[in-house]
């Protein structure tokens, strides 16, 4: 992911900047060598103008997920000059869509449903309810779940369904 950084000179002479970046983890490791760049390194803003660098922020650089954040540090030699810029970016865990689609009892798209996840071997629980359509779709890390449903969860209901899957593989592997 490339974003452009401008810079405006108001004054009457040209800035010539040094550009650099540093980045860390949440935990204050510093992020992979490559994760972040910036280019060009030296940049002339001309009095009463503007110049433009790329920032770059490189996923595939290192092996540590998460977030990373610092900044681009923009500096005059003499010093008179210095300005950041803060930069960041989210380094997901390996994850994929799962698209849930409730039926009832007559094979039409119902909303009136609850879905539970549980992640096994891991602490992860959710609840999900779609009160519209019956299709829900969820980004979750790769794993292995179990999935229970519930059609018409309402005690009122004269029916309901209750589907339960104990394991579900969620993966690269096409169903």
Known sequence: MTSQLTYR??????????LSVDAFSVDGKP?????????PQRLTVPAGGEASANVTADTRAGS????????????????TVQVRTAVGV????????????????????TGDTATSLEAIGRKFYESYADAEDG?????????????????HPDYTSPTHAVLVQPRLRLDATPA
């Open 9 to 18: 000179n108001l004054g009457t002479q040209p800035v010539t900047l040094e």
């Open 31 to 39: 992020a992979a060598e490559g994760m972040f760049s910036v280019s």
């Open 64 to 79: 540590a997920d998460g977030t990373f954040g610092g900044s681009v540090t923009a500096a005059s030699a003499d010093g």
């Open 90 to 109: 989210e380094r997901e865990i390996e994850s994929y869509d799962l698209t849930l689609k409730h039926l009832d009892e007559n094979g039409e798209p």
């Open 135 to 151: 299709e829900l779709t969820v980004r979750l890390p790769k794993g292995d779940y179990t999935l229970s449903g519930v059609i």
